[in-house]
């Protein structure tokens, strides 16, 4: 069948708002999980005023018993639900340090936040945690278009950064659904993969620099505008994925990469996962250094942002579909390369259909399709939500044995994901919470991730919802080290705690 022109859907994809209804509410999760709350110290007006003193009151929110904070208190997911009754908004690394100064020797517990926008219950309170938010830490501080070094504090919103960075002819070298609202400082702390690993690598090769509050209040300055700096201990690597365990992150330099100027997208459709293998390592082979991004959807995971959203896909429905994007600087040697490994692809039976475009305005509806799959199985009702590394050969074979294993407690079991770094979000979907199809999961979706050799958390981090599975990922002896880190740099435990480590 031949590849047909893109019809148009109309704006792109429009920012997700969070509304939070009563009846929707989650179980306090330290009631949920049944969690013991640590030898903490209790906020009183003391602490209130020293706060007050230090920013200003207008940035020291308090619940008064209404749900005022019931924003920073529950996540993405409606899954967690913190009971913190204090939220601060500093607006300085200065502000911070006298905070988690105070703050350690008071022994008072603290959880940071960024745009709250993860998926573990990294960033919301278990208990009762003094939630810092970031949100006024968001300048963009440089970008310098001749080494292409851009330096920020951590509340700039991804989305606002990539277009700084684009009127210098620059990308930032990561790209997630929800840029939107994401911060760029929570991105590292998750070391946040994307959509474009395959290309850019992830974030612990292009962050140059970082800046750093520790537990007792001390700046850690760890900026740089070099990539090569072999002056002893690389200790920013310790904050990239340490989710606010470790310190607090507050500012960072990150290399960006020359904006392409010819982008094509491609969406084809499969009938065989074997398929999507062979046509993954023609696309490696065949379109080499313009491959920036290989996504996997399946049959169901585009049913649902196509119903949800009343989207409209360029193709019939396929058991298999693959978006595939190309950005290079010539538009002919692109697009020539693009066709003939299209058809290299159809001739082979590989590829049984497909539309591809250079069009800005089609590549946003393309890309639409599946930018929207998180929120749009969230709008079956409930989903349960797993973000794995597995071996490439076995990346979708979980999904057919987990809808068996569940069976028709699920509403909808489906996969979509990141093929160019074996990620895939597996996701359970069903009309409310059930605690029975919950047990069903897990810890058998963990389990069956370790026989494979792959990786719990392949881009989401570990949170609080995770850490009773690192260990089906990290040995004993990594897991003590790690304790050994966390005791090191944050001996009171205030920083983030009943998080990552159990």
């Keep these: 069948m031949r590849f047909q022109s893109m019809l148009k859907f109309g704006n792109g994809v429009r920012n997700q708002c969070r509304m939070y209804m009563a009846s929707g509410l989650p179980e306090f999760t330290q009631k949920h999980y049944n969690v013991k709350r640590n030898n903490y110290a209790i906020v009183d007006d003391k602490d209130v005023s020293f706060f007050n003193s230090l920013m200003g009151a207008r940035y020291v929110l308090q619940d008064a018993g209404a749900d005022d904070l019931l924003c920073y208190n529950v996540d993405f997911l409606r899954s967690v639900r913190g009971n913190s009754k204090l939220v601060l908004r500093p607006g300085t690394t200065q502000e ?248 290299h692809c159809m001739d082979s039976g590989d590829v049984l259909n497909g539309t591809v475009t250079n069009e800005v305005g089609k590549i946003e509806e393309i890309w639409k399709l599946r930018e929207l799959i998180p929120t749009a199985l969230i709008r079956d009702g409930f989903c349960f939500k797993y973000d794995i590394s597995l071996p490439l050969r076995s990346f979708y074979d979980i999904v057919p044995v987990l809808e068996g294993h569940v069976g028709k407690l699920a509403k909808r079991v489906c996969g979509y994901g990141h093929l160019g770094d074996s990620n895939l979000h597996l996701n359970v979907s069903c009309e409310k919470y059930s605690r029975e199809l919950y047990e069903r999961i897990e810890p058998f979706i963990y389990e069956h991730t370790a026989k494979l050799k792959g990786s719990v958390s392949a881009e989401h981090g570990i949170g609080f919802t995770k850490k009773n599975y690192l260990k089906y990922s990290k040995s004993s002896e990594a897991i003590a080290m790690m304790r050994e880190v966390k005791k090191l740099l944050d001996p009171t435990g205030i920083l983030n705690p009943y998080k990552v480590l159990n």
Aim: glycine letters at 10%.
């Design 96 to 343: 911070i340090s006298e905070i988690l100064k105070y703050c350690n020797k008071r022994h008072l517990a603290v959880c940071p936040q960024g745009g709250n926008t993860g998926l573990v219950g990294g960033a919301v309170p278990v208990c009762d945690e003094i939630i810092i938010s970031m949100s006024r830490l968001n300048k963009v501080l440089n970008i310098d278009e001749t080494t292409g070094i851009a330096s920020c504090e951590a509340a700039c919103i991804l989305e606002n950064l990539d277009a700084k960075a684009r009127e210098k002819g620059l990308v930032v070298p990561i790209d997630l659904g929800a840029k939107s609202s994401c911060h760029i400082g929570g991105n590292l702390s998750t070391n946040a993969g994307g959509l474009r690993v395959l290309r850019y690598g992830n974030l612990h090769g292009s962050v140059l620099g970082v800046e750093v509050v520790l537990a007792n209040g001390t700046i850690l300055d760890l900026m740089s505008n070099f990539k090569k700096d072999n002056t002893g201990y690389h200790l920013k690597h310790l904050f990239i994925g340490s989710e606010g365990t470790l310190g607090i992150l507050t500012k960072l330099a990150i290399l960006c990469q020359t904006a392409s100027s010819s982008v094509h997208v491609a969406f084809v459709g499969l009938n065989s996962f074997d398929s999507v293998l062979k046509t993954f390592v023609n696309a490696k082979r065949y379109l080499g250094e313009i491959l920036s991004a290989c996504e996997l959807i399946d049959e169901s995971s585009l049913d649902a942002s196509v119903k949800q959203y009343n989207l409209k896909s360029p193709i019939e429905n396929y058991p298999f579909h693959m978006l595939i994007e190309t950005s290079g600087s010539n538009a002919t040697h692109d697009s020539e390369k693009l066709n003939f490994f299209l058809e």
